[in-house]
């Protein structure tokens, strides 16, 4: 079986009730992919407790949650998957994917303000899963029922000519080089 580990910063708070209760409410579309998903912060199992039992509407995850929360009161968890804010005890918003043979697939971490988007996260499961299964690779914005792409430079032809004049561009605007966006202005680089 597959994990996500959905790391998060604090119970109680204003973007995590609404994440895990997306993920929460995901479940069943994440069992289907052989995937389980837990969350953890460094609260503790008390913290976790109390937070069920408060309801949706008042800033709580309700009494039916299902999503397993982790306490990591040590910092051992978050410290080791590189998430820890030491000075402040708590966790980045890190999004881990393992496949059921414990290859980590993917990293994903948001600062604070930011919340994670559990459709992408269920997008990128079902490409692991598909180039796993396909022997082939996932171009990008790929879907699930999408055709990938053969990874050679003769197969991966097939794909790009089946792209027509957008040249794999979604919405045609695109000049190849990722410095311009729709209107022509170039992109402020940070190094």
């Not at 994903?108 to 992408?120: A, C, I, S, Y």
């Not at 605007?173 to 170039?186: F, V």
Request: aromatic share 8%.
């Amino acid at each position: 079986m597959g994990v996500v580990l959905l790391f998060y910063p604090l119970d109680f708070t204003f973007v995590c009730p609404t994440e895990i209760i997306q993920y929460n409410d995901a479940l069943p579309r994440f069992r289907a992919l052989n995937t389980a998903v837990l969350g953890i912060s460094t609260d503790s199992h008390f913290s976790h407790l109390a937070w069920t039992e408060k309801p949706r509407k008042q800033g709580g995850l309700g009494a039916d949650l299902e999503l397993p929360l982790v306490a990591d009161k040590s910092h051992r968890i978050a410290r080791d998957y590189g998430v820890l804010i030491e000075d402040e005890g708590v966790a980045l918003r890190g999004l881990f994917l393992v496949d059921p043979r414990g290859v980590l697939r993917q990293i994903t971490v948001n600062d604070l303000p930011v919340g994670r988007n559990v459709e992408e996260t269920i997008r990128l499961v079902e490409a692991f899963q598909f180039a796993d299964e396909h022997g082939e690779v996932c171009p990008a914005g790929w879907q699930n029922g999408s055709k990938g792409m053969k990874a050679d430079p003769k197969g991966s032809l097939e794909y790009f000519a089946a792209q027509g004049e957008t040249n794999g561009h979604a919405n045609g605007n695109g000049n190849g080089n990722g410095h311009a966006n729709g209107n022509g202005q170039k992109r402020l680089r940070v190094d």
